[in-house]
């Protein structure tokens, strides 16, 4: 009796900007199959670490059910704010493809905090933005796509804007 072929976990770092979006549909597009999970990690600094935050900082969110991430009081609860675009990509994916779309939120440092990510969760590959920071402020600010490529334990692939391609 053969067994089933365990899903893979495709992550893609996610914090809701232009090239995060072209990140996922890039992943969509390039890498993820049918019965796959995609797991959107969110990865950021809080104002304020209080409440269920607390709990949460060294091991990251539950997964949150896609579904989940239209209801303001649980995006609320853990402090993400998906637009109504990035939700629209993912569902539409999750329904194409026929996909189980997660997301997990981590709390701190966000290039140090993927890497966790990629660890624990594990994944088995991670699609990130470059936000195409010049060089001064890539010296000064940090590529956190940069940190990533160097410091992961998976396969990397960065999707450049635009405008870096």
Known sequence: MAEE????RVGVAVDFSPC???AIQWAAENIVKTGDHL????AFKPANYDGEI???ESTGSPYIPLSDLSNPAIVKKYGVKPD??????LNTI??????????????????EKICEAINNIPLSCLVIGNRGLGKIKRVILGSV?????N???CPVTVVKTEQDA
């Open 20 to 22: 995060s979006k072209k």
């Open 39 to 42: 797991i959107v990690v969110n």
């Open 84 to 89: 109504a675009e990035t939700l629209d990509i």
């Open 145 to 149: 796509s940069e940190y990533v490529v």
């Open 5 to 8: 072929p365990i899903a893979r």
């Open 54 to 56: 607390l709990l949460w």
């Open 151 to 153: 410091n992961a334990t």
């Open 94 to 111: 999750a329904r194409q493809k026929e996909v189980v779309v997660v997301m997990k939120v981590y709390y701190g440092d966000a290039r």
